[in-house]
């Protein structure tokens, strides 16, 4: 079946510093993206979502931007800071209108003080 | 607000024994949905239910039932555990309007031995 996977399993990052996370997606048909912090022993936390319609939003301190042409999702942090630590997970509709998620294995980012 | 609530936190079974996972949201959504989540991995759908009365099968239903008991609650019972079940299961909820995002729970960390 489709699914989402990401780039690069870990980051490590200085404080200060802006943090890229990439993720790659297969179904061509997904409508709606979204971005997930997990911290540990946490449920995951709505970060920032897009819709296919669109190729950029921006957040406080963050960034998702979607190329549909490569099937490419990315998460950009602006100023990493200590509390940015945590598994970062894409996850795409799957599932039409129900908006069943399908997720990426994450990221885990560390920031370095 | 409690957002969405999850009980228990922990819960150790046996092979065999059976059980049930609690998960109420108090923010009105219609849809809510169950998740495991394996190390290292990212989160699969079980089971999600669009609105109050209807439930849908998701990636991984084998081993698990559930039941939409009123708009509130969504539990998940297992009824023979297996150690393949050994996870961390997370309840979430949207509402059908505006927002997508799903809101998760906190989690439960089941073993089974």
């Known amino acids: 079946g489709e699914s989402v996977g990401l780039h690069l399993p870990t980051l490590s990052v200085q404080e200060g510093d802006n943090s890229i996370i990439n993720c790659a997606y297969s179904?061509?048909?997904?409508?709606?993206f979204i971005w997930y912090k997990q911290e540990s022993g946490k449920g995951p936390q709505f970060i920032i979502d897009?819709?296919?319609?669109?190729d950029k939003r921006q957040g406080q301190r963050v960034t998702v931007l979607l190329n549909k042409t490569v099937k490419h999702l990315s998460l950009q942090i602006a100023a990493t800071q200590p509390g940015d630590s945590a598994v970062y997970f894409c996850?795409?509709?799957?599932?039409?209108?129900?908006?069943?998620?399908?997720f990426g294995k994450g990221t885990l980012l560390t920031v370095n003080p | 607000n409690a957002g969405v609530t999850q009980t228990p936190k922990f819960q150790v079974l046996k092979t065999g024994q059976s059980m049930t996972l609690q998960c109420a949201q108090d923010?009105?959504?219609?849809?809510m949905y169950w998740y495991r989540q394996d190390p290292g991995m990212g989160l699969r759908l079980i089971y999600y239910?669009?609105?109050?009365?209807?439930?849908d099968k998701g990636e991984v239903p084998n081993g698990y039932n559930v039941s939409r008991l009123n708009k509130r609650e969504f539990s998940l019972r297992l009824e023979s555990a297996a150690p393949s079940q050994t996870s961390v299961y997370f309840c979430?909820?949207?509402?059908?309007?505006?927002?997508?995002?799903?809101?998760f729970g906190p989690g439960t960390r089941l073993t089974v031995t």
């Open positions: 897009i819709r296919s319609n669109m």
């Open positions: 996850a795409e509709n799957s599932g039409g209108s129900n908006y069943k998620l399908t």
């Open positions: 239910s669009a609105s109050e009365g209807t439930t």
């Open positions: 923010m009105n959504h219609n849809s």
């Open positions: 179904n061509s048909a997904s409508d709606y």
């Open positions: 979430a909820s949207r509402d059908n309007s505006g927002d997508l995002e799903q809101y």
